[in-house]
C-alpha cells in the first residue's frame, strides 16, 4: 500500500483546483446561453450602411437539464487595436430580447446602421450577457471582430 504524505496531497489539490479554475476561465470568456451568428469575425462593413446582428438562445432545457437562463444581452460597438477594445464609440442595443424557449431554438435579428462618421479601421461588437445560473448570476462577453471599410 503506498502512503500519501499531506504535504502531497496538499499540492495535488491546489494543482486540480488550479486546473479546474483555468478550464472554466476559458468557458466563461464566451457567452453562455446565446450563440452568434452574424456578424461573423473579420466580416468587413460599410459605414453609413446597415449590419445585421443575429443571435440564436439555447433552450431553457437541453439533454435534460435546465443550467440557468440569459437575463440580459448588451450589444455595443468598440474601436479596436489587435485583439484590445478600445474606447466604446456606439451602444448598438440595451436589454436586447433574450426570451427563450423551453425546448427549442430562437432565433433574435436586428439591423444597426453603422454611423456614417466611421472612419475606416478595426471595430468589434462586444456582447455582453448576464446570465442566472443555479446559484447566482454572472456577466460573460464575446467578442466579434469586424472591420469598417469605405
Known amino acids: 500500500m503506498v502512503a500519501f504524505s499531506t504535504r502531497t496531497v496538499l499540492l495535488f489539490t491546489v494543482f486540480c483546483l488550479v486546473f479546474i479554475q ?3 476561465a476559458n468557458i466563461f470568456s464566451q457567452l453562455q446561453f446565446i ?3 452574424a456578424p ?5 462593413v460599410v459605414a453609413g ?5 443575429k443571435y440564436v438562445m439555447q433552450p431553457l432545457i437541453k439533454n435534460n437539464v435546465a443550467a440557468g437562463k440569459a437575463l ?12 484590445t477594445l478600445k474606447n466604446k464609440v456606439n451602444t448598438i442595443a440595451k436589454k436586447c430580447p ?3 424557449k423551453e425546448s427549442k431554438y430562437v432565433t433574435y435579428t436586428r439591423k444597426w446602421t453603422v454611423p456614417k462618421n466611421t472612419k475606416p479601421g478595426s471595430y468589434a461588437l462586444s456582447f455582453v450577457e448576464l446570465v442566472q445560473l443555479r446559484r447566482g448570476q454572472m456577466t460573460v462577453a464575446e467578442t466579434v471582430k469586424v ?3 469605405d
Do not use: E, M, W
Request: proline content about 0%.
Open 22 to 24: 483555468t478550464a472554466y
Open 35 to 37: 450563440k452568434i451568428s
Open 40 to 44: 461573423k469575425s473579420g466580416q468587413d
Open 49 to 53: 450602411k446597415k449590419l445585421t446582428i
Open 72 to 83: 440580459k444581452l448588451d450589444i455595443n460597438f468598440h474601436k479596436r487595436s489587435g485583439n
Open 98 to 100: 433574450v426570451s427563450a
Open 147 to 149: 472591420n469598417v471599410v
